[in-house]
T-cell receptor, first 113, second 113 residues
């Protein structure tokens, strides 16, 4: 069964460093998403992406964040200069159409020291 | 705006007990509703969904009915198993172009033999 994959599973970084989280969505899906879950809190929407551009973003997704689909398979989330409060689990998701269920990857746990 | 309020956990039940996890929502428009499950160390998996009022979603013995009059989507299972131990998330989709999902805080369920 096709699935969304994410790498790495755990990333540890120093405050101020740049990180890139990688995702491979399901191959025939057209819509891509990033969410994050701070420990003990809700899963929060960050951004949605369709047709090589951002469809929607939340207030969390400020200038420190960017997304890219560098080739036909990968979907990346970059945090330019990490802060302590960026420590969270980051989930990538994809869907075939805009109003379909989203399929989630296993997540990348980001720890900022 | 859109939001989901979910029953606080954790919930501990004996095997074969009846499960209810309450979920209510606030939404503009006509959202689709979902229950996702997260097993330890894994990503979010779709458990069931309902796309319009009075629809019942069901899967693996779990059920939830989309109740517009009470803005609820409570999750139920008649007889839980140890393997059902996980965190359960209620979610709604905005249905707009970005298809942002709004999640509840999650309810941790532990089923003891």
């Amino acid at each position: 069964e096709p699935e969304v994959t994410q790498t790495p599973s755990h990333q540890v970084t120093q405050m101020g460093q740049e990180v890139i989280l990688r995702c491979v969505p399901i191959s025939n899906h057209l819509y891509f998403y990033w969410y994050r879950q701070i420990l003990g809190q809700k899963v929060e929407f960050l951004v949605s992406f369709y047709n090589n551009e951002i469809s929607e973003k939340s207030e969390i997704f400020d200038d420190q964040f960017s997304v890219e689909r560098p080739d036909g398979s990968n979907f990346t989330l970059k945090i330019r200069s990490t802060k302590l409060e960026d420590s969270a689990m980051y989930f990538c998701a994809s869907s075939i159409l805009a109003d379909n269920e989203q399929f989630f990857g296993p997540g990348t746990r980001l720890t900022v020291l | 705006g859109n939001s989901v309020t979910q029953m606080e956990g954790p919930v501990t039940l004996s095997e074969e007990a009846f499960l209810t996890i309450n979920c209510t929502y606030t939404a503009t428009g006509y959202p689709s509703l979902f229950w996702y499950v997260q097993y330890p160390g894994e990503g979010l998996q779709l458990l069931l969904k309902a796309t319009k009022a009075d629809d019942k979603g069901s899967n693996k013995g779990f059920e939830a009915t989309y109740r517009k009059e009470t803005t609820s989507f409570h999750l139920e299972k008649g007889s839980v198993q140890v393997s059902d131990s996980a965190v359960y998330f209620c979610a709604l989709s905005s249905g707009n172009t970005g298809n942002q999902f709004y999640f509840g805080t999650g309810t941790s369920l532990t089923v003891i033999p």
